[in-house]
């Protein structure tokens, strides 16, 4: 995970950090503030890469950024180095020719918008690199500055409103994958739950027939302890499903933290720190209790995992005001004042294709019998059920954060109800 250290906050006490992060993992997306349009010029003729260059230079001035190279091989090199927003593409080059050199770049740099810049006046031409992937076709010596800069900027443009039409299409089969499988999961689950209803029935009338001395009686206390444990998987698979029935209540995170720090250290082992960053006097939050401590737990849980030698988990507590921009297109919530609670550790991290997967049931990273891939899916479905928000950050080897979002109320918070 990238260094994120310490976050300035506004006025609102909204970290600004939390607020770009949330509206990335929202929607799937990682979005950087340019310093002007940044343009590869790749032309094999010098004095026609530089007539090109001084034409920009001249309308664009200081608005755009603008770089040389003279082959396909050195333009591929630059791409690794700082990918451009815009390439000038000529389609004759030392080391490509035709639309070979279009192909290769846009494999290479889908993030980077075409415009062909070419000497060949052929429609056919260029419809075909069209069809490739490039933005506009421009021939040489029919064009001023104006005409040139205006085919750069609405090649990025058009390009980031592809890039963004493709956002959304993945996000909307994401949201519906998982709305599916949550429908087949909580469906199957009430189903198992009515048979072990039944099971578990008569396993305690058996139980109650049953003399102490009998031996039969320890098989039926078996049968017992394994409805149980099939009943704890069925309110997970509920939880995820969103079809559990909550008890909300209007809670102060800072007081449960505070509350499960003993129980969360003896869970994590003595190799592993529990630390705390809590903010002064956040807002309180209107949620079951209960699932609460179980979404910390699981989270938790899932931190220590990732730290096989040791390590740090953090969890914090802040303020935080979303709108719509940092909501971005997590169905069913809506932006306002939220209350945000971050489980952070520096282990292994994740990488694309774990985090893809995350929150599916039975989804699991680790090794056979070591768990049953129903704890973040049960932290997702707990988290949407309260009208709230996840977002996850992590790269290999750089460690992850967990970020749950839930709205903020201004009710005092509940007294704990007495133990039964």
């Known amino acids: 995970m990238a260094d994120r250290g310490d976050a300035a906050e506004d006025g609102s006490g909204e970290r600004s950090e939390d607020r770009d992060t949330v509206g990335r993992a929202a929607r799937g997306e990682g979005e950087v503030t340019r310093q002007g349009l940044g343009v590869l010029l790749i032309e094999d003729q010098a004095d026609e890469a530089t007539a090109l260059r001084e034409l920009l230079e001249e309308v664009g001035g200081e608005a755009l950024r603008i770089d040389a190279v003279a082959s396909l091989g050195a333009a591929i090199e630059r791409l690794a180095e700082a990918p451009p927003d815009v390439m000038l593409l000529d389609l004759t080059l030392p080391d490509a020719s035709d639309l070979e050199g279009l192909r290769r770049l846009r494999r290479e740099a889908p993030g980077s918008a075409i415009v062909v810049v070419t000497g060949l006046d052929d429609e056919e031409m260029a419809l075909a690199a069209l069809e490739e992937g490039a933005e506009d076709y421009l021939v040489k010596g029919r064009f001023g500055g104006d005409t040139l800069l205006r085919a750069v900027r609405y090649a990025d443009s058009r390009h980031q409103v592809e890039r963004r039409l493709r956002e959304q299409e993945a996000i909307l089969r994401q949201v519906q994958k998982m709305d599916a499988v949550g429908r087949l999961a909580g469906g199957v689950a009430h189903d198992f739950n009515n048979l072990l209803t039944a099971i578990n029935g008569y396993a305690e009338l058996l139980l109650l027939q049953l003399p102490a001395d009998s031996p039969a009686r320890k098989d039926a206390e078996e049968i017992?302890?394994?409805?149980?444990?099939?009943?704890?998987?069925?309110?997970?698979?509920?939880?995820?499903?969103?079809?559990?029935?909550?008890?909300?209540?209007?809670?102060?995170?800072?007081?449960?933290?505070?509350?499960?720090?003993?129980?969360?250290?003896?869970?994590?082992?003595?190799?592993?720190?529990?630390?705390?960053?809590?903010?002064?006097?956040?807002?309180?939050?209107?949620?079951?209790?209960?699932?609460?401590?179980?979404?910390?737990?699981?989270?938790?849980?899932?931190?220590?995992?990732?730290?096989?030698?040791?390590?740090?988990?953090?969890?914090?507590?802040?303020?935080?005001?979303?709108?719509?921009?940092?909501?971005?297109?997590?169905?069913?919530?809506?932006?306002?004042?939220?209350?945000?609670?971050?489980?952070?550790?520096?282990?292994?991290?994740?990488?694309?294709?774990?985090?893809?997967?995350?929150?599916?049931?039975?989804?699991?990273?680790?090794?056979?019998?070591?768990?049953?891939?129903?704890?973040?899916?049960?932290?997702?479905?707990?988290?949407?059920?309260?009208?709230?928000?996840?977002?996850?950050?992590?790269?290999?080897?750089?460690?992850?954060?967990?970020?749950?979002?839930?709205?903020?109320?201004?009710?005092?918070?509940?007294?704990?109800?007495?133990?039964?």
């Open 224 to 420: 017992r302890r394994a409805g149980d444990r099939a009943s704890a998987l069925t309110r997970q698979l509920l939880a995820f499903s969103r079809r559990q029935a909550l008890e909300p209540r209007v809670v102060d995170l800072n007081a449960m933290v505070g509350g499960m720090q003993a129980m969360l250290r003896g869970i994590s082992g003595r190799e592993v720190v529990v630390a705390t960053r809590l903010a002064p006097r956040p807002g309180r939050v209107r949620a079951d209790p209960g699932q609460l401590e179980q979404v910390i737990l699981n989270l938790v849980v899932n931190a220590r995992d990732a730290l096989p030698d040791g390590g740090t988990i953090t969890l914090e507590t802040a303020d935080v005001d979303l709108g719509r921009e940092a909501v971005g297109d997590d169905p069913g919530t809506r932006p306002g004042r939220y209350v945000m609670l971050a489980v952070r550790d520096d282990g292994t991290g994740m990488d694309e294709t774990t985090l893809a997967h995350l929150f599916e049931p039975f989804f699991t990273t680790k090794e056979k019998g070591k768990g049953t891939g129903l704890g973040l899916s049960t932290v997702y479905g707990i988290v949407k059920q309260s009208e709230g928000l996840i977002a996850v950050d992590s790269q290999p080897g750089r460690g992850s954060a967990f970020r749950v979002y839930l709205p903020r109320v201004d009710a005092p918070a509940d007294e704990p109800s007495p133990p039964a």
